[in-house]
């Protein structure tokens, strides 16, 4: 059996006639930047994550970069991040001339570690920037309680927990910002790139629209010196048919990692911990073990494609080596050479799930 890390077709085929009907309209009413099925899109997006605005951009990263500018983060600034995220994070807060500040993980959770953040806090810290990293919420209470306390602002990088709850509330309603990708492969995906920022500050709406449209409402009026980072229409027509699909979608993936954690809790390797208040999302299936490296040839052998996420921290990259020698974040070095992600999809079936624990119980039993 051959067990794929993603899917496309699964989740894709039974939308392939509305999405060449979103196609052809696009093509024939010729509306390809911006426009009402944005706004359309944006409205449904907002409504989902229970927030009052929502902007649709090019991108993840440029949805944290646009919310960091909007909340006024330049130069002389420092925010504050986890140590084990996804390189676009810190890519974002250092266009913007503000410093990242990193801070290690929690060894349980794989979010930031709430002391280690208040730790780094001085008085240049002007954002907290929570990673709900792999779809897991970030512990937001103790993170809202510090910025309230320090007078900080809040930015949720969201872009792997479109759907997840804490305590009931979605991911990216809890912050002043709350951002997203639409990259493939996410929970919900384009067919290309594209982002959002949702929020409930119409200060950080109207600033982040003037932002993505090259500083400007009214054409070629420009009230500040903006970018070029615009959701285009068909992504928009695509993601909206998919999104009434999230809900079954992030089920299915909750449904998989249960078989999962049940298959390999005595297995031989560390699987994710459940929360009670938290409903996680599973963008990735992460385990760890001492022996990853030879746990992934051994599956790719018997035809299971697995993932790093993510193999090499950012304080340890040449773009970035200034942030932090090696030793720096002891956990996030630790989990950098121990994390597997397991195929994981909306899809994905027991009997693939079960062959792919099966081989791993195969090997901690040689």
Not at 4 to 14: C, E
Not at 39 to 55: D, K, L, T, V
Not at 141 to 170: F, M, P, T
Not at 330 to 348: Q, V
Request: proline share 4%.
């Amino acid at each position: 059996m051959k067990v794929p890390f993603m899917d496309f077709t699964r989740i894709h085929k039974p939308l392939k006639k509305d999405f060449q009907n979103a196609f052809n309209v696009t093509t024939d009413k010729g509306d390809f930047i911006l426009g009402s099925p944005v706004a359309e899109f944006e409205n449904h997006f907002a409504s989902f994550c229970g927030c009052r605005y929502a902007i649709g951009v090019g991108s993840g990263t440029d949805a944290l970069y646009l919310s960091l500018l909007a909340l006024g983060v330049g130069p002389g600034d420092e925010v504050i991040t986890a140590a084990n995220t996804f390189i676009a994070t810190v890519l974002a807060i250092s266009y913007t001339g503000a410093c990242p500040v990193l801070v290690d993980v929690n060894p349980k959770t794989y979010n930031i570690d709430i002391a280690g953040m208040e730790k780094a806090i001085t008085n240049k810290t002007k954002v907290l920037l929570p990673v709900h990293l792999y779809g897991s919420i970030a512990d937001m209470d103790e993170i809202k309680n510090i910025a309230d306390v320090r007078g900080l602002k809040i930015i949720e990088d969201a872009c792997q927990a479109h759907g997840a709850l804490y305590k009931g509330k979605r991911a990216g309603a809890m912050g002043d910002a709350g951002c997203f990708s639409f990259y493939p492969a996410k929970n919900l995906g384009a067919f290309g790139d594209g982002g959002m920022i949702v929020t409930d500050n119409s200060a950080i709406v109207g600033k982040a629209r003037l932002l993505r449209n090259y500083g400007s409402v009214k054409k070629y009026y420009h009230d500040i010196k903006g970018f070029n980072s615009r959701l285009d229409t068909l992504q928009a027509r695509l993601l909206d048919i998919k999104l009434p699909s999230l809900a079954g979608w992030n089920e299915s993936r909750r449904r998989a990692a249960d078989v999962y954690v049940k298959e390999l809790a005595s297995a031989g390797c560390v699987v994710p911990e459940v929360s009670d208040d938290r409903q996680d999302v599973y963008h990735l299936f992460i385990i760890r073990t001492a022996k990853r490296d030879q746990l992934q040839a051994f599956l790719k052998e018997r035809g299971v494609d697995t993932g790093i996420h993510y193999p090499i921290p950012i304080h340890k990259t040449e773009a970035f080596k200034e942030l932090g020698g090696r030793g720096a974040f002891s956990i996030t070095e630790k989990y950098a050479a121990e994390i597997l992600s397991l195929p994981m999809f909306p899809g994905i079936t027991d009997e693939e799930i079960l062959y792919v624990c099966n081989i791993i119980k195969e090997f901690f039993k040689k």
